[in-house]
């Protein structure tokens, strides 16, 4: 089994910092990707920034000179930096690993993680 574990939500005021934490652990024989994504209630879940291995960080318009993914590899962790935060980037944040299991090393799959709340306030 795969599991990504999300860390690091919390309520903070706009303006304001967090970091965001996503450890992917069990039966992995590597990770092509990691990512994350949010949902806010009502809306459909949204990119807002990806690493793939051996890559360069992808954004959303809307992470753009506010956010910065970074991964440790061996430790199999991405993060999220998030950094003047508006009450519109309110949304549970999902972690993404694009993983190739040890049984079937010829393809990927995706996993998600379970959510973490960022509440901002105005």
């Known amino acids: 089994q795969v599991q990504l574990v999300e860390s690091g939500g919390g309520l903070v005021q706009a303006g304001g910092s967090l970091r965001l934490s996503c450890a992917a652990s069990?039966?992995?024989?590597?990770?092509?990707?990691m990512g994350w994504y949010r949902q806010a209630p009502g809306k459909q879940r949204e990119f807002v920034a990806s690493l793939i291995s051996g890559g360069s960080p992808r954004y959303a318009e809307i992470a753009k000179g506010r956010f910065t993914i970074s991964r440790d590899h061996a430790k199999d962790t991405v993060y999220l930096q998030m950094d003047n935060l508006k009450p519109e980037d309110t949304a549970v944040y999902y972690c993404n690993a694009a993983v190739v299991l040890p049984t079937r090393i010829s393809s990927e799959r995706d996993y998600w993680g379970q959510g973490t709340q960022v509440t901002v306030s105005s």
């Open positions: 069990g039966s992995i024989f590597s990770i092509n990707g």
